[in-house]
């Protein structure tokens, strides 16, 4: 189960960028990425593999090599 979920207010804040609100790191923005080692992504388990996109999060904070694949986003627009 995830702990994300997209803000209304923050859904597409500017091209390549979403705001997202988590339980516990609170709203953060995530933006596109190239990954450079394999990921899962955290919303739908579905593997992201080195050298595709995906979207992380814009923070210091202790989910930062966490990833999104992009069709998660495009399918919430």
């Not at 995830?2 to 500017?14: A, E, G, P, T, V």
């Not at 899962?40 to 923070?59: D, F, H, L, N, S």
């Not at 090599?65 to 495009?74: A, G, K, M, Q």
Request: proline share 4%; aromatic share 12%.
């Amino acid at each position: 189960m995830s702990h994300y979920y997209i803000l209304d207010s923050l859904k597409q804040l500017d091209e390549g960028f979403y705001g997202l609100k988590h339980i516990r790191w609170g709203r953060q923005l995530w933006t596109i990425c190239k990954v450079r080692k394999d990921h899962k992504c955290v919303i739908t388990g579905k593997p992201i593999k080195k050298g595709e996109q995906a979207y992380r999060p814009i923070t210091n904070g202790g989910n930062r090599y966490e990833r999104i694949i992009p069709e998660f986003f495009e399918a919430n627009r």
